[in-house]
């Protein structure tokens, strides 16, 4: 299967700073990747979409402005959790996939624990 | 109603056992079908694909009720390296996949 590598798997911030993750598709061109967060015991819930060279579309109830999402090459996409707060404290976790595929390939996720 | 229901369990079986999950899916226009498999703190790995004709992997057999808007998932002869989550996911053909809560399973010896 193709490979996603998502980086950091661990990152503990204060509250109030920014976190940026990455998520590449190492040996693919991702037309589309996902981003998910993963509560404790809960499902995986979809955040947005984003789609190459445009913007995010974000799920009902993601704050767009607090969860920036840059999808600036087919390789690449960024998620940067602006101002964190105790309660974005969760696993997240990037999928890749191209147009046409019907699978989407995970990155390892991370753990995000804001304090 | 949820876009794909699963019960979370815990199911707790033997090694040995043979196992069920369903899923159900509220979406009729979904094309494509999948079970994934969770580990504690890791990201989920596809287990397998849904056929509409059902489909078998060693000792995992997938099958779809299209008509009943359901799938589901057997394990034989359970290991206790089986012990995850097994979620349930949904493409309603958007590149979109949906996930259920997901059905988590413990094996014992």
């Known amino acids: 299967g193709a490979v996603v590598s998502q980086h950091p798997s661990w990152v503990i911030c204060k509250s109030g700073t920014s976190v940026k993750i990455e998520c590449r598709s190492l040996d693919f061109q991702a037309t589309t990747m996902f981003w998910y967060r993963q509560f404790p015991k809960q499902s995986l819930m979809l955040m947005a979409t984003?789609?190459?060279?445009?913007?995010?579309?974000?799920e009902q109830g993601v704050e767009k402005d607090k969860f920036l999402i840059n999808h600036a090459s087919l390789t690449l996409s960024t998620l940067t959790v602006t101002s964190a707060h105790p309660e974005d404290s969760s696993f997240y976790i990037c999928?890749?996939?191209?147009?046409?595929?019907?699978?989407?390939?995970f990155g390892q996720g991370t753990r995000l624990t804001v304090v | 109603r949820k876009e794909v229901e699963q019960d979370p369990g815990p199911f707790n079986v033997p090694e040995g056992a043979t196992v069920a999950f369903n899923c159900t899916y509220s979406n009729s226009a979904s094309q494509s079908f999948f079970w994934y498999r969770q580990d504690c703190r890791k990201e989920p790995k596809l287990l397998m694909s849904?056929?509409?004709s059902g489909n078998e992997d060693g000792r995992f057999t997938a099958q779809l009720n299209r008509a009943s808007q359901y799938i589901s998932l057997l394990i034989r002869d359970s290991k206790l390296s089986d012990s995850a989550t097994y979620l349930c996911?949904?493409?309603?053909?958007?590149?979109?996949?949906?996930f259920g809560t997901g059905t988590r399973l413990q094996v014992f010896p």
């Open positions: 984003s789609n190459e060279g445009s913007k995010a579309t974000y």
């Open positions: 999928s890749a996939s191209r147009q046409g595929w019907t699978e989407a390939f």
């Open positions: 996911v949904v493409n309603a053909n958007t590149d979109k996949l949906i």
């Open positions: 849904v056929y509409s």
